[in-house]
């Protein structure tokens, strides 16, 4: 399919709106009001740190929503506001995050629900309001929304439109696009959905795995198995891997991705020298600023003597899983909470290990004095760090 000439006719449909309503400055207020927090403005300009008696807290210096999700969250707002009768719809949670999705729902901003695996778009009818959340949706979607005749309020994140360019060109050179992220994530299934050949890999073992497939040959079989998902249509190793683009997932940990881009790169080195080597290979940075300074963040404060991590955000959300892989891999005990409903009753705290199900821990803070490391994910609003920091100061008798 032609996606750049359908997203273009799309952009010029007078159903289709990616600019807001002109309500911003009504929405901003209530946005402050329900998200942001006096406590954390105070931490922010106290170096980000904050002591009172045995606990010492220590915010990551970049944290907490980016102005992606900010933007998603406020032209849906705004949508609510210019469409009051309307049936409102959005093919996603809008971000990764319990509170604002189910503010959302308050606001009578429905979810397409699901019939088994597939989401049930036969529930929207034309002339409804469909919401695209800030990790895009798939070519196929929008299409299906268009031809229903929906108003469509495309909240899509510039870097994440940046990435499908990307794929673009890819496809514009007839390049495979290797996409550094999770298959079954919305904003990979959006992103390979611009592409006509694509292979998701997850982390750098499955790239080398790929890159030894390119110069060494294996078992066609076993890759197509190892990967099974992860590709697309008709995609085979033997052939689709001579011309290579290199796409990510834009909350993937960046020093992975940046890894990735690179062992492609030496790969087709190798294989078609480096005369050869822009016939072979294309590769774009495409690593969103907002994931990079929180893993930068993250990365400082890790450095410090904490005796915990507390890594706030939803349990979806891809970019504060990999907050706390890096809290993981300096040894710091860590735990990943979506909201501060997890603590107690008492010093009791459900979490999520990585990579694990949810498990209940008590006496989580330990007595006497502690420093508590604290990051957020990008679709955490600061109101849900400045609950958690209360419930810590209350367990501590502070
Ligand atoms: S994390 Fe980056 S790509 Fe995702 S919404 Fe925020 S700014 Fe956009």
Redesign the pocket.
């Known amino acids: 399919m032609d996606t750049k000439a359908f997203k273009r006719s799309l952009h010029h449909s007078e159903n289709y709106h990616r600019r807001g309503f002109g309500h911003q400055a009504e929405v901003i207020e209530v946005l402050n009001t329900e998200y942001q927090s006096s406590l954390i403005g105070e931490i922010r300009n106290n170096n980000y740190q904050l002591r009172r008696g045995d606990v010492t807290i220590r915010l990551a210096e970049a944290f907490g929503f980016?102005?992606?999700?900010e933007r998603?969250v406020a032209m849906a707002y705004e949508t609510r506001r210019h469409f009051p009768t309307e049936r409102i719809w959005i093919t996603n949670e809008i971000?990764h995050n319990p509170s604002v999705n189910q503010r959302l729902r308050e606001m009578e901003v429905n979810f397409i629900p699901f019939a088994g695996s597939k989401k049930d778009f036969s529930i929207v009818g034309q002339g409804d309001v469909v919401i695209l959340p800030?990790?895009g949706a798939s070519v196929q979607e929008m299409q299906l929304l268009d031809h229903l005749g929906c108003t469509i309020v495309d909240t899509t994140?510039?870097?994440?439109s940046k990435v499908w360019n990307s794929v673009e060109k890819h496809k514009r050179r007839n390049h495979t696009s290797v996409i550094h992220g999770k298959y079954n994530h919305e904003e990979t299934v959006a992103t390979s959905s611009f592409a006509d050949k694509y292979l998701v890999v997850l982390n750098l073992s499955q790239a080398e795995y790929v890159c030894n497939y390119i110069l060494q040959g294996g078992n066609r079989e076993e890759f197509l198995n190892k990967f099974k998902n992860a590709y697309s249509q008709g995609f085979d190793p033997d052939l689709d891997l001579e011309c290579i683009g290199v796409a990510n997932q834009?909350?993937m940990l960046k020093s992975e991705t940046e890894q990735i881009g690179k062992l492609f790169e030496h790969t087709l080195m190798q294989k078609y020298g480096p005369i050869e080597l822009n016939q072979h290979f294309m590769s774009f940075n495409t690593i969103?600023?907002?994931?990079q300074e929180r893993q930068d963040a993250m990365f400082e404060l890790v450095k410090e003597p904490l005796s915990l991590m507390v890594v706030i955000g939803g349990y979806n959300s891809s970019?504060t899983t990999h907050l706390q892989e890096i809290a993981i891999d300096y040894a710091i005990p860590s735990y990943h909470i979506d909201s501060d409903s997890r603590i107690g009753p008492g010093n009791r705290l459900v979490h999520k290990p990585l990579g694990k199900d949810l498990e209940t821990i008590e006496e989580w803070l330990p007595s006497g004095p502690i420093v508590v490391g604290i990051t957020s994910g990008?679709s955490t609003p600061d109101k849900v760090v400045e609950k958690v920091i209360e419930e810590i100061f209350a367990i501590k008798g502070v």
């Not at 969103?288 to 994931?291: K, L, P, S, V, Y």
């Open positions: 980016c102005w992606g999700v998603a971000i800030a990790f994140c510039p870097w994440v834009t909350t969103c600023d907002a994931t970019n990008a």
